[in-house]
């Protein structure tokens, strides 16, 4: 039964931990989440900050796969404007064979922080995107031979010598932060599944463009998709958004009111230089800002249902729910948020609730009769 609900992990930590028990503690969340029926559960790359530990999520992904049943993994994702496009389809194939079946290749062009660090400008790396994507699909899924040069790689005649785990070609998501309408129409353009995060991080800094809501990132990639011939399906676009559910609202918002705060102003503000506070908004309610905006759902689990929902139909509908897990509380919190989410929000979201309830109805109604 699907569930209709993953994880996504940068993953972020706080500094001043010991950060070999952070990684740790990322594997064992995704057992939890296997364990809890979730579908999925995303790795980030991050390379600067601080508080992104995970340069390489495909060795998170290998090892999260011998200890998962179910849950499928996904890289979240692979920044192709920083890695020569054969090894990026190398390891995917591998990871499709460790995961056997359960892994999905999520794509991008890298985020701005370690995109200074390497050299490139956003010009650069949405170029770099376009240029890899379709390379990167050939050899993942395709039969045929690529010769290609670029001015920061070359394939002559290459070609995986593993073949894919099973017929079934791999998934490719294309993600979007809604700062751009590049990734969106890639997505339409190849036909693949979108990942579109809510409201980006940090709208506020200076130079920033404006936020393209996720109707209208939609929108985009299906008309790229009708420009080129390709069939979009809503059950693959993911939203991925911070999402915390206590026993009551006030418990859910006290619990991670001063993690958010730590995450906000010391990594975003601080570690990233960018301002994150609306004109008006008091540092204070900070949270509650972000929540009305529709940058998270924090609240009890009538709350976060309604939440989804109208979600749901702002969007038009979209397949799956990411939550994206940052360290806003203590583990133990964190996995009772986890398990509240999965044992009675998931089910009155996808419809598993209603069974058990017919049954309920008609033996009270038969009795009637």
Known sequence: MHSRIGIFLSPVHETGQDPHLAIQRN???VEHADRLNF???WFGEHHTLGWGLVGAPETLIAAASQRTRQIRLAHGVVPLSGHHPFHVASRAVHLDHLTRGRYILGVGPGVPFDATMFGLNGGVQRKRLDEALPTVLELVNGESRVTQKTDWYELNDAKLQLPRFGPRP???AMATSGTSVTSPRLAGRYGLSMTSFALPFALLTPGAPDHIGLAQQWKHAEEAAEE?????DRNNWRVALPVHV???SKQAFDEVREGYDRWLFEYFAKAGGRDV???GTPREKALEARVEAGGALVGSVDEVVSGIRRMQEATGGFGTLLVYVADWTSSERTDR???LLARYVAPRVNGAVARPQEAVDWAIASRAR
Not at 228 to 232: R, W
């Open 246 to 248: 206590g026993e009551t």
């Open 170 to 172: 791999i998934e490719v």
């Open 39 to 41: 579908d999925e559960a």
């Open 27 to 29: 594997l064992d969340l």
């Open 228 to 232: 080129h011939g390709q069939v979009l």
């Open 337 to 339: 948020s986890l398990e």
């Open 277 to 279: 506070l609306s004109p």
